[in-house]
């Protein structure tokens, strides 16, 4: 830990740790999430109603009244020469210590009536938190925004000696951006409304090109990569003409880009495929292997669950009977020798047994890339990696994929293979709930489809009772449905069971499939037609879409169903306009938008970052920021881009794009 700043002793230390902060710059950057304007000083008697404001006067009185219930309440009167007011604290009976009868006290806080007098409850007071425009800090036990306020206000200047702004003067005022050591002055002690939006923007600036700097550097490191094997080309007319169907458009033109990469003699491919559910990405994955299995040289395709491993493994059987193919899971290993031209299917646990294939591989493939987490990157920490193609169901918007994809090549399929009816979607009141049970009753009897119902937990969550369990659920359906066979599936349900029940279902002698989101991914059984979502409001709009796309693979009308015990607006809409939406670029634009600066996006993205000030959604800033990173580089062709990185730890040369 690093800190200059005196008085910083040990109990300090490991509060500010419970913070992330460890050092003077995490300090300087843990910014405010809010403010409060108190830089109205006023009379007492002019003070308007439920308004901030900060008033001066003389102590009258001071009490500490107990009541009954054990709370206390702390008051004191101040007085000036135009009239007094109530200030009153609950449950601190150590506060009215501070202050003296007779004294002069500024206090700053929102004024209201309480009992006809007018009070303001608990106000702030003290030099560094009235009178101005005051910030609210992330707080923890004992480290609150008094202290950090505190801490600025005496401090600022001296922490932000050892910074110096890694932009040139010049380029600073040519996009009219405020320095740094200003911004981050203003961002803690803020003068005014318009200074503090001035350094939210700087520092908003500073963020974006941070991630588009770090995008950069990747894309020129990949670069200096040469491909490990020179791959030829060959025809892949004749497995394309053995598809049961046309390749679209979209996968005509993704496979000329993959092909391009795969074939050069210069590049290493690094290249993300992107494309809704069932635009059909496999077959894509499948000419790539081929490609490389004719060349004489290994390919690993890597799924993220055990089921999907399992369906690619059949998939590329059909298409390629005489190839050697592998299976690689936690239950199925390598045999001790493997075909040169070895195609690997396989879920993560092929990391344990990479030393079997690593040196031949010429191709990775990562399905469902969005599902990988840290682990699987090292697959990649490697000086000399394989040709790279990530495959992602989930439509990244145009700013994600700037900021936080640009050191990738981007290929899109973007219409369907065939029309699909879309699926029918309906958010159903709590009340409506044992209607939707009876006509799924009916449904199943009468079509003789079948259905999925989905909940969050395998378990009950302990703090949370309201939040549906798969396995408290299935045994509640069971009841409900007691002349249908149901059976239930979850991420700790042993392997040969998930098969068998699996099978069972593919077979049509199961009607409710009871389970998490580890069906999220991949599963295709046309003949489902219904998902019930359970606690609907506790997935991401993203994954919604993706386990909606679970059913509507067949040539029947699907329906989709969100159960919710949530009545708070903001997820309801966020369901509700699912309801009118079935294109997943859109619905990936919307979950962006209604998340504010800071909330993390997890459910697109494992690890993915979380931006302390600017937004994702700002697009006119991204593209702002692209520019300015563009003419930077024209005019300072040396210039060092690591320098506008900010967290440096966060540079790691490979592979950072699946974290
Ligand atoms: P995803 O992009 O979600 O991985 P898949 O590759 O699993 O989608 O494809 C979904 C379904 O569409 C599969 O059954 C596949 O055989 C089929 N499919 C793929 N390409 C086409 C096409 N060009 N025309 C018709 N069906 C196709
Ligand atoms: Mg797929």
Same mark, same amino acid.
């Given at each position: 830990m690093s800190f200059s700043l005196p008085g910083i002793g040990p109990k300090t230390l490991t509060k500010l740790k419970q913070l992330n902060i460890t050092s003077d710059k995490e300090l300087l950057y843990h910014f405010p999430h809010r403010y409060v304007d108190f830089s109205k000083s006023i009379k007492i008697s002019q003070a308007p109603l439920e308004e901030n404001v900060t008033l001066s006067g003389k102590i009258q009185n001071i009490s500490n009244i107990f009541l009954k219930n054990g709370k206390s309440l702390q008051k004191i009167i101040l007085s000036d020469s135009t009239g007094s007011i109530d200030l009153v604290w609950f449950n601190q009976p150590y506060l009215t210590k501070n202050f003296h009868e007779g004294e002069f006290w500024t206090f700053a806080g929102t004024t209201s009536l309480y009992h006809g007098h007018p009070t303001l409850f608990s106000p702030e007071y003290g030099k560094f938190n009235t009178g101005k425009i005051i910030p609210i800090y992330g707080e923890t036990k004992g480290l609150t925004s008094r202290w950090f306020r505190k801490i600025f206000s005496?401090?600022?200047?001296?922490? %932000? &000696?050892?910074?110096? !702004?890694? %932009?040139?003067? =010049? *380029?600073?005022?040519q996009y009219k951006l405020i320095p740094l050591n200003k911004a981050l002055t203003q961002i803690h002690l803020p003068q005014n409304q318009n200074y503090l939006e001035k350094a939210r923007y700087r520092l908003a600036f500073d963020e974006i090109n941070s991630l588009l700097a770090k995008s950069l550097l990747q894309k020129k490191s990949w670069a200096n990569f040469s491909p490990k094997f020179i791959l030829k080309n060959y025809s892949t007319t004749k497995l394309i003409n053995s598809f049961p169907f046309k390749l679209t458009d979209s996968q005509k033109s993704a496979w000329q880009e993959i092909k391009t990469d795969l074939i050069s003699k210069k590049k290493v491919m690094n290249r993300l495929l992107c494309g809704d559910v069932a635009s059909g990405k496999t077959v894509l994955a499948l000419l790539s292997t081929y490609l490389t299995s004719q060349n004489q040289r290994q390919s690993l395709l890597l799924a993220p669950t055990e089921i999907l491993a399992q369906q690619h493994y059949a998939t590329f059987k059909s298409y390629l009977p005489t190839f050697p193919i592998y299976l690689l899971t936690a239950k199925n290993s390598l045999p001790k020798t493997l075909d040169s031209t070895a195609i690997i299917i396989a879920t993560h646990a092929a990391i344990f047994q990479k030393e079997k294939f690593m040196d031949n591989l010429a191709l990775l493939i990562i399905d469902e890339q969005h599902k990988f987490? /840290? &682990? *699987?990157?090292?697959?990649?920490? =490697?000086?000399?990696?394989?040709?790279?193609?990530?495959?992602?169901?989930?439509?990244?918007?145009?700013s994600i994929s700037l900021t936080l994809f640009g050191n990738l090549d981007l290929s899109t399929l973007k219409n369907l293979p065939q029309k699909r009816n879309p699926v029918k979607t309906f958010l159903v009141p709590q009340n409506k709930i044992s209607d939707c049970y009876q006509w799924l009753l009916k449904e199943i009897k009468q079509k003789k489809t079948q259905a999925f119902i989905v909940c969050p937990f395998i378990e009950q969550s302990e703090s949370n009772l309201s939040i549906k369990s798969a396995k408290k659920e299935f045994e509640h359906l069971r009841q409900i449905f007691p002349s249908l066979k149901l059976e239930l599936i979850h991420g700790k349900t042993k392997i040969e069971t998930r098969n068998k029940i699996l099978d069972q279902f593919k077979k049509n002698k199961i009607n409710i499939l009871v389970t998490t989101p580890i069906i999220e991914v991949g599963i295709d059984f046309p003949n489902a037609t219904t998902v019930i979502i359970q606690s609907a409001d506790h997935f991401g709009l993203s994954q919604l879409h993706q386990l909606r796309g679970r059913v509507g693979r067949g040539t029947l009308q699907s329906y989709c169903y969100f159960f919710t015990e949530s009545t708070g607006e903001k997820a309801l809409k966020r369901l509700k306009y699912l309801e009118k939406t079935n294109d997943g670029f859109k619905i990936a634009e919307f !979950?962006?938008?209604?998340?504010?600066?800071?909330?993390t996006f997890s459910t697109l993205q494992h690890g993915f970052p979380s931006l302390k000030i600017a937004s994702f959604s700002d697009l006119k800033l991204i593209e702002f920021c692209q520019l300015f990173l563009k003419q930077l580089q024209t005019d300072n062709p040396h210039? !060092?881009?690591?320098?506008? /990185? %900010? =967290? *440096?730890?966060?540079?790691?040369?490979?592979? &950072?794009?699946?974290?």
């Open positions: 005496l401090h600022l200047s001296s922490l %932000l &000696k050892s910074y110096t !702004d890694p %932009l040139p003067l =010049n *380029q600073l005022t987490g /840290v &682990k *699987q990157r090292s697959f990649l920490n =490697n000086k000399n990696p394989p040709h790279t193609l990530t495959m992602t169901a989930t439509p990244i918007p145009r !979950d962006l938008k209604s998340r504010g600066p800071g909330e210039f !060092d881009l690591k320098k506008l /990185v %900010l =967290n *440096q730890n966060s540079l790691s040369l490979t592979g &950072k794009h699946l974290n």
